[in-house]
């Protein structure tokens, strides 16, 4: 008798091999896309992990760029006329400082009579600032080279500076050499066309800024004989704010009313003056203005405001 039975059984294992692919098939399917999503889902999260790394790069780049432009521009002003300096200044010694070869300087001031008020620019206490200007044409009649007065100055050009204010910065540097201090001019004196070279030229560099850090043409106190800009080898024989943390910018804040200067533009009145802090500039307004000055507790263009001394030439 011949048996069918293993040739059956072959076919049911057959069968069952074909169903168990069939069954797992689909799993298997599921599988494989399930790890196609995560492979795309992790490809996704790096592209955008990189994209974030380097947005916040930019973005650092930028504020520290703006910083550093922002910090150089705050402390390093330079001057409304850069002198020109080959070396360190020639300064003269300081026992030639203060010979009495020029003016009997003790009764210079009490001997030159102020005009009234409004009849003329040579007033020590005339108000030049933001809304009162000077004519172009304006220049004093008694401007004398810093040189006749062997006051140390920058560069190989002569300054100038008013007869009376010449006499007593001469006594000025004089005081401050013997107490260990250095003041060495950078600016005095400077006409209407000076000042409007100097304003254009900061114009060029800092835009609509330059007019916190210089006068415009005719608004300068530099136009009026009596103002002087100081540095000194503290400060690298430049005009920016570091001469505002020297000893003789502190010397200067104590015994410059005495020699009738005062500082022009101080620190924290910026909204008063119209300008930023210059610790370099100085206007010699005379020892009693000065002591009157001091007195009021007001800024110089407020007092000078009172005094209603108005810039009529």
Not at 41 to 56: E, G, P, S, T, V
Not at 133 to 161: I, K
Request: charged share 25%; aromatic share 8%; hydrophobic share 35%.
């Amino acid at each position: 008798m011949v048996v069918e039975r293993p040739r059956d059984a072959h076919r049911g294992s057959a069968g069952q091999s074909i169903k168990r692919t069939l069954t797992f098939s689909p799993v298997k399917q599921k599988k494989k896309k399930s790890t196609i999503n995560l492979l795309a889902a992790a490809r996704r999260k790096r592209r955008r992990d990189r994209l974030l790394i380097a947005a916040i790069t930019l973005s650092s780049l930028l504020v520290l760029g703006y910083t550093l432009a922002e910090a150089t521009t705050q402390v390093k002003v330079q001057a409304v006329v850069q002198p020109t300096v080959s070396s360190t200044p020639q300064l003269a010694g300081v026992d030639e400082i203060g010979g009495a070869e020029h003016v009997n300087i003790e009764s210079t001031e009490a001997s030159q009579e102020q005009p009234a008020a409004g009849e003329s620019c040579d007033d020590l206490r005339v108000l030049v600032d933001r809304s009162h200007t000077l004519p172009p044409d304006y220049a004093p009649d008694d401007l004398a080279p810093l040189s006749d007065y062997r006051v140390p100055t920058l560069g190989n050009g002569e300054m100038l500076l008013r007869s009376e204010a010449a006499g007593h910065l001469r006594r000025m540097v004089k005081a401050a050499a013997d107490d260990g201090e250095e003041l060495v001019v950078a600016s005095a004196y400077r006409s209407y066309s000076d000042q409007q070279t100097s304003y254009a030229r900061l114009t060029s560099i800092y835009g609509t800024r330059a007019g916190e850090m210089s006068a415009r043409p005719g608004h300068s106190q530099h136009q009026l004989g009596t103002a002087v800009d100081f540095t000194n080898g503290a400060a690298s024989y430049e005009i920016w704010r570091y001469f505002g943390g020297t000893s003789t910018y502190s010397w200067l804040g104590d015994h410059a009313s005495e020699y009738g200067f005062v500082l022009a533009y101080p620190r924290g009145q910026e909204e008063k003056t119209g300008y930023q802090w210059e610790p370099w500039h100085y206007r010699y307004v005379g020892t009693k203005t000065a002591e009157r000055l001091g007195a009021s507790g007001l800024s110089l263009q407020e007092f000078l405001a009172r005094e209603a001394v108005l810039p009529r030439c």
